[in-house]
């Protein structure tokens, strides 16, 4: 008897135990949005049907970490695609690689200015010695509305 109300009593802890994981990870999910505690929140909801049904606590604890570390390895990068917002398409992308002209001198640390295709666009270089006045850069990436330039 004393047996069975101890196994009664762990499992009630473990119901506990999972019901809080759900209800903390889902919570932190609603705050960060980044996808990751929901996996954790799905595994718990599974560990804990399985602690209802009464299955052992070794088996809830393994089910738990093996459901979380799949979902987080599968299923989060093809949420993470499918969700993806706060993206602009623009057609800026398509000066990366490309090369400008200095127009206002790129001195290390500080912006400058190019032209490429007809527009002024601001600058930085990534390289270590400042850019002249018509000297050609190549645009290596954009960061906001900048671009970082290298020294042809």
Do not use: H
Not at 1 to 23: A, C, E, H, P
Not at 33 to 47: C, N, P
Not at 53 to 64: D, K, L, N, S
Not at 77 to 99: C, H, Q
Request: charged share 20%; net charge negative.
């Amino acid at each position: 008897m004393i047996l069975y109300s101890t196994i009664l009593d762990v499992n009630n802890l473990f119901l506990l135990i999972w019901f809080s994981i759900i209800l903390i990870a889902a919570v932190v999910e609603v705050m960060t949005m980044d996808l990751t505690s929901l996996w954790f929140s799905i595994g718990a909801l599974i560990s804990f049907i399985l602690a209802i049904a009464g299955v052992e606590v070794a088996i809830q604890i393994i089910t738990f970490i093996v459901v979380t570390i799949i979902l987080l390895l599968s299923v989060r990068p093809l949420a993470k695609r499918y969700f993806r917002t706060n993206i602009i398409g623009t057609n800026a992308d398509r000066l990366v690689g490309k090369v400008a002209t200095c127009t206002r001198e790129i001195p290390l640390g500080e912006r400058g200015e190019v032209k490429i295709d007809g527009k002024y666009w601001s600058a930085i270089t990534s390289g270590d010695e400042p850019i002249q006045v018509d000297e050609k850069v190549e645009i290596l990436a954009i960061e906001g509305n900048k671009l970082i330039v290298v020294k042809v």
